[in-house]
């Protein structure tokens, strides 16, 4: 008898020592993003912005647990991000992944339904117009704020014209360039020319040239850093005076550090206001300051730090670590404050409440010029 009870007592300790193992071990998250490649700079600022979430979420916990990020490397390349997608998916302890761009985007959201796991796109901000159940996107989209964009500029800045030079291998600045041309042919601005170039062009004087003598109120620089920087650069030295524009792809802080005087006075939109007296965002600047020494984080760790905050919202509503109850959580999510202002979801998708504010590129960063 005594031996029986003895087997029984060291089973239940077995069983509670399992019990407690699985209560104590981070809840892991994937996240597939560019740490090099065309993208590897918006990559590192997603990344700062996601720890800092988690440093911000772990000082209270998530059920009583722990949350961590597995971070690997796209290489900016949508196969590859795929590929890294199916391998955090392939882990059943893994209840979310994030990823980064559009063209990343396209490549994983099929993949999110297929394996039922949740997708959340820190910097996905193309026009799509279907989604699967599984897949969520933080940005400010780019067709659904286009018009609003292009009229508060033109009531700003007095545009009564523009060019456009995008690249042609991006869904993104394809699809920006796309609803810059409606919002301009909207509100009775002319578009002088429409100039185009691939990934990895470094030389756009060819097409700067034609832009040139049709002296754009406002130069329109739909490109990725790597190439955004140049084409500042060489727009200023043959002497392009109007405004130049982009969308959350000129959110990077580095176009400016990189395009020196060149950039100054460049215009682009996102919804982060670091000067916001709200307690949620004097927290973020305060982790970010702490963090780096530097005054004001970027859009993209803005956006990435709420991302994280949205996930561990959902994972405490749905009292789970279920990836159905996620995101079945996260696509009820309501009026969600983040530092990025509302987050609101119908089921999948993009947030409901898409606000943004005007910035130009000054000496110290980015100044809101429209409050």
Request: proline share 4%.
């Given at each position: 008898?005594?031996?029986?009870?003895?087997?029984?007592?060291?089973?239940?300790?077995?069983?509670?020592?399992?019990?407690?193992?699985?209560?104590?071990?981070?809840?892991?998250?994937?996240?597939?993003?560019?740490?090099?490649?065309?993208?590897?700079?918006?990559?590192?600022?997603?990344?700062?912005?996601?720890?800092?979430?988690?440093?911000?979420?772990?000082?209270?916990?998530?059920?009583?647990?722990?949350?961590?990020?597995?971070?690997?490397?796209?290489?900016?390349?949508?196969?590859?991000?795929?590929?890294?997608?199916?391998?955090?998916?392939?882990?059943?302890?893994v209840v979310a992944i994030l990823s980064y761009s559009?063209?990343?985007?396209?490549?994983?959201?099929?993949?999110?339904?297929?394996?039922?796991?949740?997708?959340?796109?820190?910097?996905?901000?193309?026009?799509?117009?279907?989604?699967?159940?599984?897949?969520?996107?933080?940005?400010?989209?780019?067709?659904?704020?286009?018009?609003?964009?292009?009229?508060?500029?033109?009531?700003?800045?007095?545009?009564?014209?523009?060019?456009?030079?995008?690249?042609?291998?991006?869904?993104?600045?394809?699809?920006?360039?796309?609803?810059?041309?409606?919002?301009?042919?909207?509100?009775?601005?002319?578009?002088?020319?429409?100039?185009?170039?691939?990934?990895?062009?470094?030389?756009?004087?060819?097409?700067?040239?034609?832009?040139?003598?049709?002296?754009?109120?406002?130069?329109?620089?739909?490109?990725?850093?790597?190439?955004?920087?140049?084409?500042?650069?060489?727009?200023?030295?043959?002497?392009?005076?109007?405004?130049?524009?982009?969308?959350?792809?000129?959110?990077?802080?580095?176009?400016?550090?990189?395009?020196?005087?060149?950039?100054?006075?460049?215009?682009?939109?996102?919804?982060?206001?670091?000067?916001?007296?709200?307690?949620?965002?004097?927290?973020?600047?305060?982790?970010?300051?702490?963090?780096?020494?530097?005054?004001?984080?970027?859009?993209?760790?803005?956006?990435?730090?709420?991302?994280?905050?949205?996930?561990?919202?959902?994972?405490?509503?749905?009292?789970?670590?279920?990836?159905?109850?996620?995101?079945?959580?996260?696509?009820?999510?309501?009026?969600?404050?983040?530092?990025?202002?509302?987050?609101?979801?119908?089921?999948?998708?993009?947030?409901?409440?898409?606000?943004?504010?005007?910035?130009a590129w000054g000496p110290n960063g980015y100044d809101?010029?429209d409050r």
């Open positions: 008898m005594k031996r029986r009870m003895l087997l029984a007592t060291l089973a239940a300790s077995g069983i509670n020592s399992i019990v407690a193992y699985a209560e104590d071990k981070p809840i892991p998250v994937g996240a597939a993003i560019p740490f090099s490649g065309a993208n590897a700079t918006y990559g590192e600022d997603v990344k700062l912005g996601v720890d800092l979430g988690l440093q911000s979420i772990n000082a209270k916990g998530v059920l009583g647990r722990q949350m961590k990020v597995e971070y690997q490397d796209t290489l900016s390349d949508r196969a590859k991000a795929a590929a890294l997608f199916q391998q955090f998916a392939a882990q059943p302890d559009t063209d990343e985007f396209v490549a994983v959201d099929p993949l999110a339904a297929q394996l039922k796991v949740v997708n959340i796109s820190v910097g996905s901000a193309g026009a799509i117009d279907k989604f699967s159940p599984y897949s969520f996107r933080v940005m400010v989209i780019v067709n659904k704020v286009m018009d609003a964009v292009i009229k508060k500029l033109q009531q700003l800045k007095g545009i009564k014209s523009l060019a456009i030079i995008y690249e042609t291998t991006n869904n993104y600045t394809v699809g920006e360039s796309q609803a810059i041309k409606r919002a301009a042919a909207k509100y009775g601005i002319k578009v002088t020319t429409v100039e185009t170039f691939t990934r990895g062009d470094q030389n756009f004087t060819p097409q700067l040239t034609q832009i040139a003598p049709t002296e754009p109120d406002m130069l329109v620089v739909s490109a990725a850093t790597n190439e955004a920087v140049p084409i500042i650069v060489q727009a200023r030295s043959i002497g392009i005076k109007g405004i130049i524009f982009g969308g959350t792809s000129l959110n990077d802080p580095h176009i400016g550090e990189l395009a020196g005087k060149a950039a100054l006075g460049m215009i682009t939109y996102f919804p982060f206001d670091a000067k916001d007296q709200r307690p949620v965002v004097t927290e973020f600047i305060r982790l970010f300051h702490d963090k780096t020494g530097k005054a004001e984080p970027s859009a993209h760790t803005a956006a990435s730090y709420d991302a994280i905050r949205l996930l561990a919202d959902a994972i405490r509503r749905a009292g789970s670590t279920d990836r159905d109850a996620i995101r079945n959580a996260l696509g009820s999510t309501k009026d969600f404050e983040g530092v990025n202002g509302s987050f609101s979801y119908s089921g999948s998708g993009d947030n409901e409440a898409q606000a943004f504010h005007l910035f809101r010029i």
